[in-house]
């Protein structure tokens, strides 16, 4: 069964460099893995209710085993895009990851919901009444858990 608190903090960006950097000095981050132009297609993603296609640049990191990411929306529509022209760069939402999605949404507002590239099933959902834009709820499989136990690796 999956851990039931938040294991991920995230933030939108324009600016992949200067947010690394200033997370490094602020949270302690080492060392950041980007992964660049991860495509979310309409075949496995919604946005709004219909079917979505954007690309974004991600960036990991861990502050002790918090994961940090950074996402760098480069073209398309989506939560990070909206989210960069509402209200810019900042902090965008915490993750918990579970093992149904189904249940942990519940009647929550489903604003973005898919599976990434190598099967991490995830939905956001809005959360500005707990005073963060978005909580995100993630399934993560085993190739996706190789990757951040990696990420996590690197830090030390």
Same mark, same amino acid.
């Given at each position: 069964?999956?851990?039931?608190?938040?294991?991920?903090?995230?933030?939108?960006?324009?600016?992949?460099?200067?947010?690394?950097?200033?997370?490094?000095? !602020?949270?302690?981050?080492?060392?950041? @893995?980007?992964?660049? *132009?991860?495509?979310? =297609? %309409?075949?496995?993603?919604?946005? +709004? #209710?219909?079917?979505?296609?954007?690309?974004?640049?991600?960036?990991?990191?861990?502050?002790?085993?918090?994961?940090?990411?950074?996402?760098?929306?480069?073209?398309?529509?989506?939560?990070?895009?909206?989210?960069?022209?509402?209200?810019?760069?900042? !902090?965008?939402?915490?993750?918990?990851? @579970?093992?149904?999605? *189904?249940?942990?949404? =519940? %009647?929550?507002?489903?604003?973005? +919901? #898919?599976?990434?590239?190598?099967?991490?099933?995830?939905?956001?959902?809005?959360?500005?009444?707990?005073?963060?834009?978005?909580?995100?709820?993630?399934?993560?499989?085993?190739?996706?858990?190789?990757?951040?136990?990696?990420?996590?690796?690197?830090?030390?």
């Amino acid at each position: 069964m999956a851990d039931q608190t938040p294991v991920q903090i995230a933030w939108v960006t324009t600016d992949l460099d200067a947010t690394e950097n200033a997370l490094t000095t !602020l949270l302690g981050a080492r060392k950041w @893995v980007r992964v660049p *132009d991860v495509h979310f =297609g %309409p075949e496995t993603c919604t946005y +709004r #209710g219909r079917p979505a296609d954007f690309t974004a640049d991600i960036s990991f990191s861990y502050a002790g085993d918090t994961q940090l990411e950074l996402i760098a929306p480069v073209a398309g529509d989506s939560v990070y895009s909206e989210f960069l022209d509402r209200a810019g760069a900042g !902090l965008h939402h915490i993750c918990r990851e @579970v093992d149904d999605i *189904d249940a942990a949404i =519940g %009647p929550a507002e489903v604003v973005q +919901r #898919g599976t990434m590239p190598g099967g991490m099933e995830f939905a956001y959902v809005s959360a500005h009444s707990a005073g963060v834009p978005y909580i995100e709820f993630a399934h993560i499989p085993p190739e996706i858990r190789v990757f951040f136990d990696y990420v996590k690796q690197e830090q030390q």
